[in-house]
C-alpha cells in the first residue's frame, strides 16, 4: 500500500513552480534592533532550502513572518501564487516544526498528530485513516497510544513532523527541528527527513546553524547575514564559488592566506604574500592590483609532498613543517606551519598516500583553479 498516495500527497506527481517568496522584507524592532534588512528569497516547490547563518541574523524572525507570529514592517509574502502578508496565521496553509514547538504533554500521540485535523473540522473517520497514514510515514504506528513523555527525543521529533504534515500543507517551516538531538540521532532523523520530503514532494524552509546538515539536506541553501541573504544557490555551487570570504568561511572549511593583488585580468589573479612568494589563482570579483586581499583554499585541495621529493613546480609551492595531525578517521588533517601563515590540509587515507609525522618538512601544493582570490573585508 502507497501511503503518500493514500494521503493524497503524491496525486499530482512532482510540482513544478514556485512555491514561496519573500520580497523585501523588513522588520525594526521597537528597541533599535534591525532582524530583517530587505530579505529577499524564492523557494520552488518540491524542494528543501535552508536558511543558514550565524546566531542573530535573522533566521527565525524570517520563519516567523511566513507562519503570520509577526509581521514584516514592509515588504510582502506570496504562497502559491497568493498575497499572505495579511493572512492570520491559521489560515496560511503551512505546517511547523520547531526545536522548542513542544507536543502537548497530556495528549497521546494519536491525539497530538490528529489536533490539526480537528481544528480544521475533518470528519471521524477521515482522523482516524489519516493520522494512522501520517504516523506510518514516520514508522510510529506502534505508539500511538503512548503520551509523548513516552517516547525518545527523536521519536517526539517524528511524532512533530507527524503534525506538522497530517494536514498535506503547501509548505513546511522547520527551525533548528534536531538541536536538541545527539549526533547520531540526529544523522537517522536527517535521512528520514529527506526520504519523506522525497516521498511527499514536501517544499520545506529549513533553518540550522550546522553547515553539514544543510549541505546534506538541502537543495539550495540561502546564506543569511544580517538581515539579508548575501547568496543563494546549491551546496556543491555555494562551496566551489561562494561570492564572499563571509559565504566561503560560514560553508565548509577554508584557508585563507593574506596578500596583496599583484595581477589580474580576466578572471586570473597573481596575489603576493607578505614574505614575498606569489599565488597563483582565480579572483572572485573585479578588482585592481595593489589592494588587499584574501586567497581562500579548501583544505582538501592541498596536496601535501615530501619535502625532499616534491614535484618540479614553480607555481603555487609552498615549504614548511608539519605542526599537528588529527587523525579523523578515513582521512587525516595536517596543520602546517608555512613560518608564519598555517594552512590544514586533509588528506584522504589511501594505500599509497604518504603519512607525515609533528616536525616532518613538507611541501604544499594547491591548483590555481583552487585558490580563490577575495577583496578583504
Ligand atoms: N522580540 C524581539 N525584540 C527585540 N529584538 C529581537 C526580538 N526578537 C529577535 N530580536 C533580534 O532580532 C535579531 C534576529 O533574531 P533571530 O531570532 O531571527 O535570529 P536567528 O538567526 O534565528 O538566531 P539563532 O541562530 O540564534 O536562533 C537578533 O538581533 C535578535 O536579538
Ligand atoms: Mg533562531
Do not use: W
Amino acid at each position: 500500500m502507497n501511503m503518500a498516495a493514500d494521503l493524497g500527497f503524491s496525486g499530482a506527481g512532482v510540482r513544478s513552480g514556485t512555491c514561496l517568496v519573500l520580497d523585501r522584507l523588513t522588520r525594526s524592532y521597537p528597541d533599535g534592533t534591525v532582524a530583517l534588512r530587505g530579505l529577499s528569497l524564492s523557494v520552488p516547490a518540491g524542494r528543501i532550502v535552508s536558511l543558514l547563518g550565524p546566531s542573530g541574523s535573522g533566521k527565525t524572525t524570517t520563519l516567523k513572518m511566513i507562519a503570520g507570529f509577526d509581521k514584516p514592517d514592509s515588504g510582502s509574502i506570496t504562497l502559491a501564487g497568493r498575497d499572505i502578508s495579511r493572512t492570520p496565521p491559521h489560515m496560511r496553509d503551512i505546517g511547523m516544526v520547531f526545536q522548542n514547538y513542544a507536543l502537548f504533554p497530556h495528549m497521546s500521540v494519536f491525539d497530538n498528530v490528529a489536533f490539526p485535523l480537528r481544528m480544521r473540522h475533518r470528519a471521524r473517520r477521515d482522523i482516524e485513516t489519516v493520522v494512522q497514514e501520517a504516523l506510518a510515514l514516520v514508522e510510529l504506528q506502534g505508539v500511538a497510544a503512548r503520551l509523548p513523555r513516552q517516547l525518545s527525543g527523536g521519536q517526539q521529533q517524528r511524532v512533530a513532523l507527524a503534525r506538522a504534515i497530517v494536514f498535506r500543507p503547501q509548505l513546511l517551516l522547520m527551525d533548528e527541528p534536531l538541536g536538541a538531538l545527539d549526533r547520531q540521532l540526529r544523522k537517522s532523523v536527517q535521512s528520514e527527513l529527506k526520504r519523506l520530503q522525497r516521498q511527499l514532494d514536501l517544499t520545506v524552509v529549513y533553518v540550522t546553524h550546522d553547515q553539514e546538515e544543510a549541505m546534506f539536506l538541502s537543495d539550495e541553501i540561502a546564506i543569511v547575514q544580517n538581515g539579508q541573504i548575501v547568496q543563494c544557490g546549491a551546496p556543491a555551487a555555494l562551496y566551489d564559488a561562494p561570492e564572499s570570504v563571509f559565504v566561503a568561511g560560514f560553508l565548509g572549511e577554508s584557508n585563507f592566506l593574506g596578500g596583496t593583488l599583484a595581477e589580474a585580468g580576466a578572471g586570473r589573479a597573481i596575489v603576493t604574500l607578505p614574505d614575498g612568494r606569489q599565488m597563483r589563482g582565480r579572483s572572485a570579483a573585479p578588482m585592481s592590483a595593489g589592494r588587499a586581499v584574501s586567497v581562500l583554499i579548501r583544505p582538501e585541495k592541498l596536496q601535501v609532498h615530501v619535502a625532499s621529493r616534491a614535484p618540479g613546480r614553480e607555481v603555487n609551492v609552498l615549504a614548511g613543517r608539519i605542526d599537528l595531525v588529527n587523525f579523523l578517521g578515513g582521512a587525516v588533517e595536517y596543520e602546517v606551519d608555512l613560518d608564519g601563515p598555517r594552512l590544514t590540509a586533509r588528506v584522504h587515507l589511501r594505500a599509497s598516500a604518504a603519512t607525515f609525522a609533528v616536525g616532518d618538512p613538507v611541501v604544499l601544493h594547491v591548483e590555481p583553479q583552487d585558490c580563490l582570490v577575495f577583496p578583504t573585508p
